[in-house]
Every structure is written in structure tokens, then in C-alpha cells.
């Protein structure tokens, strides 16, 4: 089983939300670790037992999986593996841009288009190839337990882009952003293909 979940909040409540990406490092605001200890919470009243993690480099997500396997309360926890092909996209001329500007610039199409589809808006640097075979080769490995990953939004999405039969149920789903603090399973059913149960859901 993979257990895809994304960061907690960077802003905070009343502050403009931006477009942050690969560079902008932000780190997540009290609400956000609450949301991260939430989950937490949650997985382990679920009885998720983790024997990996991975996440990517930016802080948001380092502290989010600490908050996570803290909440495990296990005595000994794996240790996390930070993964390039995890980090969050580079929005480009928008990165780090208000939310208002980004739309301004692009319009509400292209920005539909990428949370329906995947497809990249003009400027932003995704390397879709690369985070596709990566989740490819993940879901290859042999696999002893559950895996937790802690991404960002538009990084987990192309788990759902990995698979003819994940793409299938991504087809399903309203879209295939991960709100902040929510997550998503991946799981084989008994004849080994790859299924979305959840995704999206929120403690």
C-alpha cells in the first residue's frame, strides 16, 4: 500500500495565497502542523504501520512526515528518505506570484486543465517523463509494508498518471489535487492491479 499525503499549510489565515514551488522553501505555519499532526492521528488510529518514507527535499513536507510518524507514537520509526523527483514543480514566471496574478496571467482554462489533466501551464517547468517513470519504478518494487510519501500537490498527481489502471480511476475523481493536509491510497487489489480507494480525503 502507498499512502500519498501532502504538506500542511504555508500561509497564514488571513495571508495571500501564492503559487510556491521547487523554490520557495516555506515552512508550514502552526495551522499547518496541526493539520500534519492530524494526520498523524488518523493513521494511527487507522493502524497504518509505515516501513517507509519517502518525501521530498523542501521543508513543508520534511516537516510534515516528522509530525506524521511523531503522532505513530511507535518506538522506532524508518528512517525518511528525501527524493528529488518528490519536490514540488517549478511554476516559472508565476512562481511565488498571488494567486490573482497567476489567474491574470493564464486564465481559469489552463489552470482547470492542470488540475484535471495534468497538462502544464505555459512557463512552468514540470519534467512530467521523469516524475512518471519515478513513480513507475516505485509502485515495481517488491514491497514488505506500507509506504508513506509526503509530497506536494503537483508532484502527487502523476502517481495517478503512472498506471493504465490508476489513470482509469483518476478519471473518476473531481480532480486530482490533494488539499493541503489530505491524502490519498494506492493499493493492489487481488489480482495485483493497482487501485485509488481514497483520495483527496482530509482527517
Known amino acids: 500500500m502507498f499512502v500519498v499525503a501532502r504538506h500542511g499549510n504555508t500561509f497564514e489565515a488571513g495571508e495571500t495565497p501564492r503559487r510556491i514551488g521547487a ?23 487507522g493502524g497504518h504501520r509505515f ?23 511507535r518506538p522506532i520509526q524508518p528512517e525518511t528518505e528525501a527524493c528529488e523527483w518528490l ?4 511554476h516559472g514566471p508565476d512562481e511565488d506570484k498571488a494567486e490573482e496574478a497567476v489567474l491574470s496571467r493564464l486564465g481559469h ?29 516505485l509502485f515495481a518494487e517488491p514491497q514488505c509494508g506500507s509506504t508513506l510519501i509526503v509530497t506536494s500537490n503537483g508532484a502527487a498527481r502523476f502517481a495517478l498518471l503512472a ?19 489530505g491524502y490519498g491510497v494506492i493499493q493492489r487489489d487481488g489480482d495485483g ?7 483527496g480525503r482530509k482527517p
Open 23 to 45: 523554490r520557495t522553501d516555506l515552512p508550514l505555519t502552526a495551522a499547518g502542523l496541526a493539520q500534519a499532526e492530524a494526520l498523524g492521528r488518523h493513521f494511527a488510529n
Open 51 to 73: 516501513v517507509r518514507v519517502l518525501v521530498s527535499p523542501l521543508l513543508r513536507t520534511r516537516q510534515t512526515a516528522a509530525a506524521i510518524l511523531e503522532g505513530l507514537a
Open 87 to 90: 519536490r514540488e514543480i517549478d
Open 109 to 137: 482554462q489552463a489552470l482547470e486543465a492542470w488540475d484535471s489533466f495534468a497538462k502544464p501551464p505555459p512557463g512552468w517547468i514540470v519534467d512530467a517523463e521523469m516524475r512518471i517513470a519515478a513513480w513507475q519504478a
Open 163 to 181: 498506471d493504465p489502471a490508476l489513470l482509469r480511476s483518476g478519471g473518476d475523481l473531481a480532480s486530482l489535487k490533494l488539499p493541503t493536509g
Open 193 to 199: 492491479v493497482l487501485q485509488v480507494p481514497i483520495w
